[in-house]
């Protein structure tokens, strides 16, 4: 799972998601689900941490996370 939030982390340029992240040590961010690594994060809402709950479970990240954005796209 590290590789993978070193890679949104890039993507994301995103001052306070790499601030929450340097506080975790690399072993937790390895070892733990994405929605435990995120968990915390001031930008993170409920909704969203929800949903990385069911990727995390399911494996699905792209077809749950793409819902969530249809969702968001809808207004919701």
Known sequence: MDRVVDLGLQAADDASLTEHLARL???ARA???LADTL???SRLTPDM???LGVAD???DYTNT???LADLYDDGF
């Open 31 to 33: 070892n733990q689900t």
């Open 57 to 59: 479970e399911t494996g």
């Open 49 to 51: 941490q929800q949903v």
């Open 25 to 27: 040590p690399a072993a």
């Open 39 to 41: 968990a915390g994060w």
């Open 65 to 67: 996370l793409k819902r």
